[in-house]
Every structure is written in structure tokens, then in C-alpha cells.
């Protein structure tokens, strides 16, 4: 009976300390940014007029045939995520062909914004001959979510 009595004080001890957790984690400004930081992002971004991406594509990619672009192949086992105990896993398209516009892809977290830049590591090349300093600073022209 003693230590019935000990576990729900426990339990309600390990409550209070959960809900202090949780009350400290909101009034905490630590967030990566809040709904009017994208107020004000979208505001300012409005007065300006629209300015589309520079492509930084080599013509050895914007001009390659569909078949050669299809043997660009991401490497599964790079997938962003991967190593995380999450069903979702994050791949990308190389840019080349008809996809010559780079995107900024960001991770946004509780805490901080970070960049996804483009790595050829996350690409299998197959047969096509690149110039490794020619793809070394590109960018990623799209993503693909995978749930498993």
C-alpha cells in the first residue's frame, strides 16, 4: 500500500514538472521566427517587384537529352533524414534539362532556419561525364517527401 502511495506521488510530481517543461518551452522566445515575422516577410516581399532565380546551370546539363538526365539518380541512402528515427525522408532532384531554376529549400526547426544546399554526393551520375567543379556549386531544383 506504502508504495502505491509513492508511485501517485511520483506521478504527480513527474505531471507538474511536464507541464512546467511545456509552459517553459512556450514562453521561451527561442523559436526560429513566429506568424508576424511572416507577416512582415510577406509585407515587404509584396512592395517589391518580382525577380526570378539565376540559373547557375552549366550548358553541358541545361542542354543534355532526357535520357541522360534520367541516369541521374539520387542516392537513396543520402536521404535527408535518413539517419533520424522519422517516417519521413527527403530526396532531391538534380538540376539539368528543362530543370535549370534553382530553389532555396530550408529546414525550419523549433529553434533555427537552415539552408539545404546541394551536395553531388546526394547524386549517382551513371554514364553522363561532369566536370566535378562544374556541379560543385549548384543548386536544387526540387524535392521529393517519402513516408515509410
Known sequence: MLTKVKNKGGLVKMRWTSAAVLLALYANNSWAFTIDDVAKQAKTLAGKGFEAP???LPSQFREMKFADYQQIQFNHDKAYWGKLRTPFKLEFYHQGMYFDTP????????????????NPDYFNFGNVKHDADAVKNLALPGLRFSIL
Do not use: D, G, H, Q
Request: glycine share 0%; charged share 30%.
Open 103 to 118: 530553389v532555396k529549400i530550408n529546414e525550419v526547426t523549433a529553434s533555427s532556419v537552415r539552408e539545404i544546399k546541394y
Open 54 to 56: 539565376k540559373s547557375n
